[in-house]
C-alpha cells in the first residue's frame, strides 16, 4: 500500500515520545522483560533481523519520517552508534510498556514518558554541540513531535495489575493520566516544541490479549473489554478538549489530535474495507495458550501478517499501522499547512 505524501508540510527533524507503538527499539538498551529482540520480531524489515520494534515491519514514526522526506527509520535515542545526522533529523525516546504514570515503570522496568523528556533534554545539550545553540533551537522549533501513551498505565495500573485501583476508580485515573499529559506537553513547550501530534487513547479491550485475560486473571472481571474501550472514548474526548485549551494558551505552537482509536475500531468492525481476514488472534503466538502478550520464539508465525489486524497479542501489524499512517498523512499533518 503506497503513501500518499503530495502537499505535506515541511519538518526539520522528527523526535518521539510514547510507548510500544512507537518505540523504535529502546528497550533493547535497558533491563526490562519488554523486549522485541528476538525472531518473529522484525521479519519483513532489516532482512528479519529483529531491530526492537514489536511488529513483522515498520512503525508509525518509521512511516511519516519518511513520507516527510526526513529519513527511512528513526532510531533510538538510546542507540550508542547514534551519528550527528541521526540527532539533527531525530530520534526516538519512546520506550514499549511505558505510560505517562511514572508507576507504570516499577512494573514494567521501561521508561516513563517523563524520564523520556528528561532524555530530550539531553539530547539538546548533545545537539547544541553540534550545530551550536541557536541552530539547535532552530531546530526543535521546525521539528515534528509524536506522542502518544496511556494504553500501559491503564493495563498495569486499573485493568491488569490493579496497582492503583485501591486509589483511583477508572475515570478518576483517566483525570489523573490527562493531567500528566498537559504536564508533558507545557514541559515540552517549554524547551522549544511547537509542533506536536498526540495521539488518543487505542481501544484497549479489543486486544487478543484483553480477551485471553479474561479467561485466566480473575482481577479482569473488574472492567469487561466493552468498559474498556469506553474508557479509552472517554479518555479521548476529555484529550481533544484538553488540546484545544492547550492550542488557546500557546498559540506559538500547533497542537493536534489523532484518532487512531476510531481506526482501529473500524478495522475491527470492517475488517474485509482493510483485507483482514482474521481479527481475534495474532499472527505470531497464536498456537499456544498462554497470558503472554510478545511473539513466543519457538511457535512460527502465520504465513502472511497483511491478513492480520494484530502481529502479537497486543500490537498492531506493520500492514494496520500503514493505514493508521496514511490516515495521519490525510488528515493530521496538512493541519500543519495552516
Same mark, same amino acid.
Given at each position: ?116 523528556? @528528561? ?8 545537539? @547544541? ?89 480473575? %482481577? ?16 479521548? @474526548? ?37 483485507? %483482514? ?32 489486524? %494484530? ?10 499501522? @500503514? ?16
Amino acid at each position: 500500500m503506497a503513501l500518499n505524501t503530495t502537499s505535506l508540510p515541511k519538518f526539520q527533524a522528527i523526535l518521539i515520545f510514547g510507548d510500544s507503538i512507537l518505540d523504535t527499539g529502546n528497550n533493547n538498551y535497558i533491563k526490562t522483560i519488554f523486549q522485541a529482540n528476538y525472531r518473529p520480531y522484525g521479519r519483513d524489515l532489516n532482512d528479519g533481523v529483529p531491530t526492537g520494534r514489536f511488529c513483522n515491519g515498520k512503525l508509525i514514526p518509521d512511516m511519516l519520517a519518511s513520507a516527510l522526506r526526513i529519513k527511512d527509520t528513526v532510531p533510538p535515542y538510546l542507540d550508542p552508534n547514534l551519528t550527528d545526522n541521526d540527532l539533527i533529523t531525530g530520534v526516538n525516546f519512546a520506550s514499549a510498556s511505558a505510560g505517562f504514570d511514572e508507576r507504570t515503570s516499577l512494573f514494567t522496568r521501561s521508561i516513563p514518558i517523563p524520564k523520556q523528556i @528528561e532524555y530530550f533534554k539531553e539530547y539538546i545539550t548533545r545537539l @547544541e554541540g553540534i550545530v551550536g545553540k541557536e541552530k539547535a533551537m532552530h531546530i526543535i522549533s521546525g521539528a515534528l513531535i509524536i506522542m502518544d501513551g496511556g494504553t500501559n498505565d491503564f493495563l498495569f495500573n486499573i485493568y491488569d495489575i490493579p496497582m492503583r485501583r485501591l486509589q483511583f476508580t477508572a475515570r478518576q485515573y483517566i483525570d489523573f493520566i490527562l493531567f500528566k499529559v498537559e504536564n508533558s506537553i507545557k514541559e515540552l513547550y517549554d524547551l522549544g516544541v511547537r509542533s506536536l501530534i498526540v495521539a488518543g487513547l487505542v481501544p484497549i479491550g479489543f486486544a487478543p490479549v484483553q480477551r485471553l485475560a479474561r479467561y485466566v486473571d480473575p %482481577f479482569m472481571l473488574k472492567y469487561s473489554s466493552d468498559e474498556q474501550n469506553k474508557h479509552s472514548v472517554i479518555y479521548n @474526548e476529555k484529550l481533544v478538549n484538553l488540546l484545544i485549551k492547550l492550542q488557546q494558551s500557546h498559540p506559538a505552537s500547533k497542537i493536534v489530535y489523532a484518532d487512531i482509536n476510531l481506526e482501529i475500531v473500524d478495522m475491527f468492525t470492517n475488517p474485509q474495507k482493510y483485507g %483482514f481476514e482474521e481479527i481475534m488472534n495474532a499472527c505470531c503466538n497464536t498456537l499456544t495458550y498462554k497470558p503472554r502478550v510478545s511473539c513466543d520464539p519457538e511457535t512460527p508465525p502465520c504465513e502472511d501478517p497483511s491478513k492480520y489486524l %494484530f502481529w502479537d497479542r497486543i500490537h498492531p501489524t506493520s500492514t494496520a499501522y @500503514e493505514y493508521l499512517a496514511n490516515s495521519m498523512i490525510h488528515n493530521v499533518l496538512p493541519k500543519f499547512l495552516h
